[in-house]
């Protein structure tokens, strides 16, 4: 059981997110370099230009932080979906009262 459960994440984890997926890690490095700049710049253009490089790099790491919890939450969500039947199975339908 366990086996089939890993493989079937690990499968999960290859195919590519829906098309609302954004890309956290880019948007990161660049909000964080804006900030960055902004509160170095407190400390004169050499200030300005380590907050940039700061900001930067760590927008871009909470940026992959907030990408990769994405994921996480996009497959736990497709086997919850799963398990009741949402995407597969029939979610809702009545069973039949008739005898086979």
Same mark, same amino acid.
């Given at each position: 059981m366990a086996? $089939?459960?890993? &493989?079937?994440?690990?499968?999960?984890?290859e195919k590519p997110l829906k098309p609302n997926h954004t890309h956290g890690e880019i948007a990161g490095a660049?909000?964080?370099e804006v900030v960055g700049g902004i509160v170095g710049s407190l400390a004169g253009p050499p200030g300005a230009v380590a907050g940039m490089?700061? !900001?930067?790099?760590? !927008?871009a790491l909470a940026g992959e932080v907030l990408d990769q919890e994405a994921q996480r939450s996009?497959?736990?969500? &497709?086997d919850l979906d *799963?398990?009741? !039947?949402?995407? $597969? !199975? *029939?979610?809702g339908a009545a069973k039949s009262r008739l005898p086979k």
């Open positions: 086996n $089939s459960t890993s &493989e079937k994440h690990a499968a999960k984890t660049i909000a964080g490089v700061v !900001g930067a790099a760590v !927008g996009h497959i736990h969500d &497709e *799963d398990e009741i !039947g949402v995407t $597969s !199975g *029939d979610l």
